[in-house]
């Protein structure tokens, strides 16, 4: 067989948005071939028109980003300081943390909120536990032992999200809270039978009947999305688990959920 009738390697597969560089990802929410540059483009357009079609925020309102050093409320207080600039939202954005009290675990991942406070230039408000309530989840631990310490946590901490946000003034706290935590919350109600809070849990704003509303911008962003966008930006986020998370119940439906989509 002579030498050029030998088949031929094909090339690098080409960025299905831009067609001219080549593809670095698989779009997990798209299944589409895409390169860095358009998938950062994509990523936040995505973002921002949900704020615009669910009016998520106002000009001249303060926002108070829940930050809590994870990838997902870091990637969400880059991507909103980073619309907020290029859309001229006009909003004041700071960071609202919660120190629960958790040695080897919240007090690291602060350490991240306070870097990301000077990367971003935003400016960062910590309430803890121990000021609000006079103990820290590692006394209740102690005390209560680990059975249904992820419950009594849950509730300590939105109380105090609501606490540190009228301590701000703001008009909103934005969550991080994902596509992937939103379908294992409803399977949760599902499985518990609490029927009045799957309407709750999907909706995209929450407590509106209250002082402090709530948005998650990232109601359709999945979460493999996020720590993509996360690790090829080189954000400086925390990733350790809390280590009382591994006796949630929330885990077995993550686990539940991430099994369905193997087989997708």
Same mark, same amino acid.
Request: hydrophobic content about 35%; charged content about 30%; aromatic content about 12%.
């Given at each position: 067989m002579e030498a050029d009738s030998k088949p031929k390697k094909s090339g690098a597969r080409l960025c299905c948005v831009c067609n001219q560089n080549r593809a670095a990802l698989k779009r997990p929410k798209t299944l589409e071939q895409i390169c860095r540059e358009c998938f950062y483009a994509?990523?936040?357009?995505?973002?921002?028109? =949900?704020?615009?079609?669910?009016?998520?925020? !106002?000009?001249?309102? @303060?926002?108070?980003?829940?930050?809590?050093?994870?990838? &997902?409320?870091? =990637?969400?207080?880059?991507?909103?300081?980073?619309?907020? @600039?290029?859309?001229?939202?006009?909003? &004041?954005?700071?960071?609202?943390? =919660?120190?629960?009290?958790?040695?080897?675990?919240? &007090?690291?991942?602060?350490?991240?909120? !306070?870097?990301?406070?000077?990367q971003y230039g935003l400016p960062l408000k910590i309430v803890s536990y121990k000021d609000l309530y006079g103990w820290t989840m590692d006394e209740i631990v102690k005390m209560i032992?680990? !059975?249904?310490?992820?419950?009594?946590?849950?509730?300590? @901490?939105?109380?105090?999200l609501d606490r540190g946000a009228a301590l701000l003034k703001v008009d909103k706290v934005a969550t991080g809270h994902n596509a992937d935590d939103i379908a294992e919350t409803v399977l949760l109600n599902i499985l518990r039978g609490d029927i009045a809070r799957l309407s709750r849990c999907t909706s995209i704003i929450t407590g509106e009947d209250g002082p402090i509303p709530r948005c998650k911008?990232? !109601?359709?962003?999945?979460?493999?999305?996020? =720590?993509?966008?996360?690790?090829?930006?080189?954000?400086d986020y925390f990733s350790t688990e809390c280590i009382y998370s591994p006796n949630a119940y929330r885990g077995f439906a993550r686990e539940f959920i991430k099994d369905l989509e193997r087989i997708r």
């Open positions: 994509v990523f936040e357009e995505e973002i921002h028109q =949900v704020i615009l079609e669910n009016q998520l925020f !106002k000009p001249g309102e @303060r926002i108070a980003i829940g930050a809590s050093g994870g990838k &997902d409320s870091t =990637v969400l207080a880059y991507v909103l300081s980073e619309l907020n @600039r290029r859309h001229n939202y006009g909003l &004041d954005l700071f960071l609202l943390s =919660v120190d629960e009290g958790i040695t080897g675990y919240r &007090d690291d991942s602060l350490e991240t909120v !306070k870097r990301n406070e000077l032992g680990l !059975k249904n310490n992820c419950t009594f946590c849950g509730v300590f @901490r939105r109380q105090a911008p990232f !109601k359709y962003t999945y979460e493999k999305e996020i =720590v993509m966008y996360a690790y090829f930006k080189k954000l």
